[in-house]
């Protein structure tokens, strides 16, 4: 069962009154997903990669994306022998279960269950307490009075340490053998299994899940009950180190942190760096914390996900979906941000951000890194200013004179300079020229002269300041100008470029140029002209932002990205247009919220579904939503910020995002794909399933596999996965099918499978490659063969009698013929001379008429004459009628032949997508297989036939 990834909104709970760590968010995995069973006792990873979770109710094997549940079936040696898993071993193609009515192998690579009657007869039907896989052949077996020794090979079974009831076994670096008993810890020598020294630390209890765990820096570990000891190899002996309740489980992860699980009190952090230990506890009010804080196992793999089953499900932390952080609302918490709506936010000198919402001003201070902000909810009616506790806020800026303006969607202006203590308040007066061009105020920009600009409701106001008291504004807008004007007075942006050119955005009007010459100024227009590629791509222009390479790019709020180009003809536009980014090049959303530049200098843009990561040099997108920690939520419009060391700050309607992409961790584990079951008719096949008298697969599918299907049946679908679990949604597969495709085809993690339908007998080869959540690849493909068998018609016997008989069918014909002819002589000579008439059925003809409307209803609607293998067969099928009557109605009805009438239409739409401009990316050829034609030469010839032009030639018309 594929999981269901649901989309989560991510969020702190921003106290430590709760004992659980801001760095660690886990998801979790329950029967919801598919999992067999909630309490997930033992995880392990097979030698091909797949996750294994042993639960109280089965054996769950792991892909990424789907569960494969093992069970017991009673009286059948084919499954596991019991349900109830305590214990999980790997070896080379094995998998050990240990259960508590005794032990069962799986083959990993075939997923069998391998018959053991010598191990049955020596353990038999006991539990499995303990099992232990030393790297060298060997697997140690515990049951609660015996242990064992098993050599993975031979499978032949030898009592080891009788007399000791085992708990753990570890192996340390210098191939010592550590051993947790009833009777202490145990010191063995690999090669003959002699005790050297029994540390006399205490006892081990065999249901106490106590463990020993050697690490990769040659530490050795111990929980025992409460307590977790360190060995001292200097002075050969174990100190106690920490004490928590019941604890188990022991881990590390790529940093050298070690953790520790308990039952009844969660996970426990060992920091390398620090020395110090923390707590991870369940907390209902956080749903990105633990489950349970009953925990059973703790495993990290090797891309550094940390998997912990608990009492109530599995969770696990996955680095590559928590990269964005985040300040959200939290109702009767006080140090969370008064609305989750924020407009704006400006950092001050000092390090305090200012946040503009909906309702208010909030301060935030951080601590060094960015962790365990304190947010202050600023009563501005100290200020005088009672209005702004609950004012929409849309900018805020401290200008070079140290005064703060603060902008409002509905309240006007606000101007505070504590130091020479002016508080002042612009509304707009329609009785006063001077006043401020409305009282909605969306954008604040101080320029290189120290002028300040303010984009209003009303056009673009200029602050004019005599003295400290008298402040006035000089209004620009429509009214104002009667030629080179602004198009509308709605302005949202105002921005200054590295040359010294003001831009004006606004909404609906497009996007204007400040032009100043002797105290005069006037405006050059830029509108959206939809038969020009080249115009702004929309006249709603939100956004304005230039890059450290001083490219200028403007913001849309439906079409995309604009970079200003400057190259043009110097007679139009003085050389200015505009070259696009929608969401065809890959953009998540075509409406832009926000822009930053990173400090490798990627655009970070917030659209209204996350944020897409912009490499302007080679014009790819990453995006990122919502399942990688986005904030749930549209960004707003100009709300973010960027710190002097480089981290980005974004708000938007649930809150702030925030984060720095010099800290992204990239996963460089390379993956290695997998194929995982091949369907029919959405039916998995199984190893030596007939289909037509024909087996399909004979052996477990993989690399090299051979698929043999039958001629009539040759439908197939395979799924597969890349066995790399960090955010596999983001994971990438190209495949092609060598002697159908030409290219590669590329899925995602949302739909990790291939299709392919009604192939022409012969021989194929399937070939997959992956990619991990960053992009990076396995260029070594993984392979099956297709064989897909004749038709039944197509086998070398029968077309020997199709044939015979075909030429017994002429020879009958012309007898006949001669026949007839003799006899028709002898009739009237004027008989010859009539032409012989047919009676027309009106009901048939009503019926065939219904049938050709059914049919062109059926080429509009579903478009299946874009299948490139669409037959006469297959259309007949579709308006259930003879192939014969097929044809009858296509000729004497509509007056085609098949090809000409399917043609038809792939022509007509080869037509409509080279009139449209979204297309004009697009290679012709790929067009034309898009739309039906297999063949490029094909498409060439029948578009021409069919309009007197090439594809090309009519392509260059159409956009001219």
Known sequence: ??????????????????????????????????????????????????????????????????????????????????????????????????????????????????????????????????????????????????????????????????????????????????????????????????????????????????????????????????????????????????????????????????????????????????????????????????????????????????????????????????????????????????????????????????????????????????????????????????????????????????????????????????????????????????????????????????????????????????????YTFENLGYPKLNTNNMPLNDVYSVFEDSKHRIWIGTNNGGLCLLQERGGNKSFLRFNHVPTDPESISNDEVFVIYEDIKRRVWFGTSAAGLNLLKEDGPSDINNGYYFQRYTESDGLSDNEINAILEDDQGDLWIATNTGFSEFNATAETFTNYSTYDGVLKGKFRKNARWKTEDGTLFFGGASGINYFNPKNFKLNDIIPDPVFLELLIDGKAIEVGQSLDNSIILSEPLSSGSVVRLPGNDNGFQIEFASLSFASPLRNQFSYKLAGMDDDWRYTSGKDPSARYSRLKPGNYRFYLKASNNDGVWNDNPIFLDIKVLPYISDRGIVKVGIGIMLLLILVMGVLGFRLYKGRTQTNDSHAKNKKPTKAIDPDMDSDNLKKVRELNVLMETEKIYMDSELSLTHLAEKIDVSTNHLSMLLNEYIGKNFYDYINNFRVEEVKSRLRDPSYQKQTLSSIGGDCGFNSKSAFNRIFKNLTGKTPSEFQNSSLN
Do not use: C
């Not at 030898?158 to 008993?181: Q, R």
């Open 1 to 470: 069962m594929r999981k269901n990834y649901a989309t989560l909104i991510y969020i702190f709970f921003l106290t430590l009154n709760f004992g659980w760590s801001q760095e660690y968010k886990f998801q979790h995995i329950t029967t919801v997903d598919g999992l067999s069973h909630n309490e997930v006792r033992k995880i392990v990873k097979d030698n091909q990669g797949f996750l294994w979770f042993g639960t109280q109710n089965g054996l769950n094997r792991f892909d990424g994306y789907r569960f494969k549940v093992f069970k017991n079936v009673p009286n059948d040696s084919s499954g596991i022998i019991g349900d109830k898993i305590y214990s999980l071993a790997v070896s080379k193609d094995k998998l050990w279960v240990g259960t508590i009515t005794g032990l069962s192998i799986i083959n990993t690579v075939t997923l069998d269950v391998i018959s053991t009657p010598s191990i049955h007869e020596s353990i038999g039907t006991k539990g499995i307490l303990q099992l232990f896989y030393d790297g060298s052949n060997k697997v140690w077996v515990s049951t609660e009075d015996e242990n064992f020794i098993i050599d993975t090979e031979s499978l032949e079974v030898e009592s080891a340490l009788k007399g000791y009831k085992i708990a753990s076994v570890a192996k340390s670096l210098d191939n010592n053998y550590w051993v947790g008993t009833d009777k202490g810890l145990l010191r063995l020598e690999s090669n003959s299994n002699t005790i050297i020294k029994n540390y006399e630390i205490g006892s081990f209890d065999v249901y106490s899940l106590d463990e020993i765990f050697a690490n990769s820096y040659g530490e050795v570990w111990l929980t025992i009950s409460d307590n977790i000891y360190r060995y001292q190899s200097e002075r050969d002996r174990f100190i106690e180190v920490y004490s928590s309740k019941s604890l188990n489980a022991i881990s590390e992860d790529d940093n050298g942190n070690i953790f520790f699980g308990s039952y009844s009190n969660g996970l426990l952090k060992y920091s390398r760096k620090t020395g110090k230990y923390e707590r991870l506890l369940a907390n209902p009010e956080n749903h990105l914390s633990i489950s349970s804080n009953d925990v059973y196992d703790i495993y990290v793999d090797d891309e550094n996900i940390i998997w912990v089953g608990t009492q109530e499900g599995l969770d696990y932390y996955d680095f590559s979906r928590h990269r964005f952080n985040s300040l959200v609302h939290l109702p009767e918490n006080n140090n969370s941000l008064r609305s989750s709506f924020v407009q704006t936010m400006f950092q001050d000198t000092d390090g305090t951000f200012w946040v503009g919402t909906r309702e208010g001003i909030d301060h935030v201070n951080f601590k060094i890194g960015y962790s365990n902000p304190k947010i202050t909810h600023i009563d501005m009616g100290s200020k005088g200013f009672d209005s702004l506790n609950s004012d929409y806020v849309t900018s805020i800026y401290r200008d070079s004179k140290g005064r703060m303006w603060i902008a409002t969607m509905s309240d006007g202006l606000y101007l505070i300079h504590e130091k020479q203590n002016i508080f002042k308040h612009f509304l707009h007066d329609s009785a006063l020229q001077s006043s401020i061009a409305s009282s909605s105020v969306r954008a604040i920009m101080e320029d290189h002269l120290g002028r300040l600009w303010f984009g209003t409701g009303g056009g673009l106001s200029l602050l004019n300041q005599q003295n400290d008291n008298e």
